[in-house]
């Protein structure tokens, strides 16, 4: 023990010796790691939306649904069957149903599942609301599948098995809509995180699409492309 004592008294005088002599010590810090962007995962996906579905005031389906019927009145008939394919919470979802549609929702976030089921039950013409993994029970059934405010979130992984999902849907004339962000500057919405110092779009888009972007790539599918046009959802 006394020569523990010894020893750190012995280094603090050398401290304070140093001190005296006007000689700073040297003192390692971590240098700051540069901002990285983040790797959107499935699985990371999944939490993101899990959560956001406990905050349904932010969806931008809830600011729009009201007036987005009147945008594809040139495709609604009566007696129509319609999906809402990344419905989120249901909100469009109950739009249609008040207007006399049977419905249905599709999402890929399980919260968002339950959510658009709770919200819609007991609404005549609801068909229910399942994962993206339980619906081929479905397929051909629809008449009009929207695929609003989704493609700008799929990775590349998903974003062709996404289309030729919601094309598989559909009857042989039906159609399917698709709403997007229009010319996105993905670099304007970007937040960063101070605990792992990644950034990342605040509301997980990934990619950025123009009508005529939109247009090519959905031809490429061999789809055929009936109008694009730009447009103000609100």
Known sequence: LRKSCQRNLRASCDLRSTLKKGVTPLLTERAPMEPRPLVWTDENIKRFWDFEARHPERYFGALIAQTFPSHVTAYLKPGMRILDYGAGLGHLVREFLKL????????????????AEARNKDAPGFLGARSTTDCTSWTGTFDLVILSEVVEHLTDE??????????????????????????????????????????????????????????????SLSANVLETRETNLA
């Open 100 to 115: 006399g549609y049977d419905v249905g929702a599709v999402d890929y976030s399980e919260q968002s599942v339950r959510a």
């Open 158 to 219: 998903h974003l062709i098995p996404t289309i030729q999902a919601c094309l598989a849907l559909l009857k042989p004339a039906g159609v399917l809509v698709i709403t997007t962000p229009n010319a996105e500057k993905l670099e304007e919405a970007e937040v960063f995180c101070p605990d792992c110092q990644k950034v990342f779009h605040r509301w997980q888009h990934v990619r950025s699409w123009s009508a005529h972007s939109l247009a090519n790539f959905l031809r």
